[in-house]
């Protein structure tokens, strides 16, 4: 599949990723931007809610003051 | 009931003397051992420094997306099973997908997996692990796998009896297919324990072998009066297993039939060999298969190389053979593969099998003292061809007292 043909909205499970796949590509993606997913369980069903919460991390470790 | 007959029909083994059954079992009979100093990057704070490891590439194996999946052990298991599923030609049609289980044996399972994730929290400091810890490392992660990947909805099921796992899951497959709870198997055994951890664990308990300075691939050297222990190794071998029904009707080719399994236990030692219980699980086997002791061609040894271990295993071979054991060839494959734990049961029990079809007996490797309390034939250095073997028993005698003994028998055509 091409990065373009990536609907945002679609679920994940139709694209063939199962839960167990979403916890191993959020650990990837905590290492690659260098955050941590917060303790208290977030919906991820599909693309656009993995964008969010990574844009809301990223965002929240810019304004954190060292 | 009569209870079915159950038979071989085809075979795979991944192992420290060859990826592929025929290739094992040639370096076997070449006395060619797969035991060497091992090369990762602890082996200099090692005591026993030698193993024998599997030379194998797991991205050239497996897709990307599902090596983060499997731990080595199970990688192993895949690979042995695969190489059977193919070698019998067994067709998985949804009917046999129902009648078919998987059986397999191994002693630690995933520890390279629990080994490197608490190295990544207690020695690294970091406070998390990858999600895929438990399933990589759980012990039924190999059995599990194949059931998923072949679509098998019979039994699958883990058996962990230390050294005689993977005999044991043989055995067990074999008693579900004669008992009509399955019609075919993929049984046999898996590990991967050459880590750091695991290696110091078994330092500790004083039973690995020195390293042979000079020639580190002689350094596990069963029977002979030099002897000083085990050497770990790493690997799989797996068998098909059907009744024999089964395998007539699809014309299969059959290397042997499973004629006799014993499991009993020594009941006195976590760790000393027991020889009544060892005496009374040949017995069992035999009397199981209907093979009285002077049909018995070849005895693929327990042999460690445990100073111990080897005198009681060939004790207790004398009297359950009395003085036809002088004539029976008894040798240690372990003195070239090294002891394969969980997997080691079923790696002997393919090489048994091999000597039935090529008529050959592996030989026991770096027997280069003999030893007084050890005195049958334990075919030295090279192997014996142009024999004629019929009938083989292979041995596995396990930490805890979990003995198991399987024979088979030669067979034509289903």
Known sequence: MKLEDLDPGRPL???GIDSLSVLQ????????????MPDERVPIRTVQDIADIVDRLVAEKAGRPE | MNPRRVVVTGMGVVSPVGNDCNAFFDNLLAGRSGIRRLSS???ARLVSDIGGAVDYDPAARFPKTKLPLLDRFSQFALEAAA???RDSGIEFTEAVKGRTGVFVGTGMGGSR???????EIFLHGKDRLPPYVVVRAMNNAAAGNISIDYGLRG???TYSTACSSSAVSIGEACRAIRHGYADAAIAGGAESLLTFGTIRAWEALRTLAVTDAEDPASSCRPFSKDRTGLVLGEGAGMVVLE???HASARGARAYAELLGYGALSDAEHLTRPGLEGQVATMRQALADAG???DEVDYINAHGTATLAGDAIETAAIKRVFGAGAAKIPVSSSKSMHGHLMGATGAVEFIASVMAIQRGAVPPTANLRVPDPDCDLDYVPHRGREGVVVRTVMSNSFAFGGSNAVLIARAIGQC
């Open chain 1, 13 to 15: 499970d139709e694209l």
């Open chain 1, 25 to 36: 590509a959020m650990f990837e993606i905590e290492d690659k931007f260098g955050i941590k």
């Open chain 2, 41 to 43: 990057s602890f082996a």
């Open chain 2, 83 to 85: 190489q059977a599923i």
């Open chain 2, 113 to 119: 997996t629990v080994e490197s994730a608490y190295e």
């Open chain 2, 155 to 157: 039994p699958s099921v």
């Open chain 2, 243 to 245: 009744s024999l029904e």
């Open chain 2, 291 to 293: 093979v009285a002791p």
